[in-house]
């Protein structure tokens, strides 16, 4: 498989060790810096090109998709904090006929932590005298605050307790990976689950996982969907 990498930090360089390590070639590369407005992303640069792998920042994102979807190449973006443009993404996938994974966290263990909260909250809810909350810690470079984990952990509880505002609160300090817990407190007792990021290994991982699942393929996706077939 051939991929480009926007945007080539830390998240791009370990991205590029994992997809060589696996066969694939890694046709292109741009940073921040060397993509304003997008303007690397042309059909020369990514000729050839299976899966765009996009790890940037929440303000380049619609601009690199209008882009690199103009170009009939399939993506991945595992950029956070553009949420609020999802339909506008979705509407340009759709119009060029390409294939689009996103995710607000490309680590199977936080997405399966997503579908133990679902449970979680199903049962809590049914006992008043527990209130649910949120809290996440990041390094100090992470843009978003809250979190988009924090934010699909916010949507999956208030769903679940059918709109009811769930405290969420954030940090960004030193050089965290990634943590987030979710909460149900009474006067009796505290229960707490937390997932802990070691590194931005699965993070990569995954992200790499979803452009070998998205090759060839048509349809907007997000990664969870993916993962439950």
């Known amino acids: 498989m051939n991929l480009a990498l926007i945007g ?5 360089r370990l991205i590029e060790e994992l997809a060589t390590a696996r066969g694939h070639r890694v046709a292109f590369k741009v940073d921040i810096d060397e993509n304003r407005d997008g303007q690397a992303l042309t059909e020369q640069n990514l000729r050839g090109v299976d899966v765009a792998i ?28 553009w949420m609020n443009q999802l339909e506008a993404v979705r509407s ?66 208030e769903k679940a307790y059918e709109g009811r505002e769930v405290s969420t609160a954030s940090n960004r300090a030193g050089a965290i990976p990634g943590e987030h817990t979710v909460g149900f407190d009474s006067e009796a007792d505290t229960l707490t689950f937390t997932h802990t ?16 699942w998205v090759r060839g393929k048509k349809g907007f996706y997000e990664f969870s969907d993916i993962l439950s077939g």
């Open 8 to 12: 080539y930090g830390k998240m791009g």
């Open 54 to 81: 996009d790890f940037t920042t929440p303000e380049a994102v619609v601009r690199s998709v209008e882009r690199v979807t103009a170009l009939g190449v399939n993506m991945v973006v595992g950029t956070t904090g």
């Open 92 to 157: 340009m996938v759709e119009a060029k006929g390409v294939g689009f994974v996103y995710g607000s966290n490309f680590s199977i263990g936080v997405n399966l932590f997503f579908r133990l909260m679902e449970a979680a909250a199903a049962q809590f809810r049914q006992h008043s005298q527990y209130d649910p909350w949120i809290y996440e810690i990041h390094h100090r470079a992470k843009l978003d605050a809250p979190s988009g984990t924090a934010l699909k952990l916010k949507q999956i509880l």
């Open 197 to 212: 990021a070691r590194s931005r290994l699965g993070f990569a991982s995954g992200a790499l996982h979803a452009a070998e």
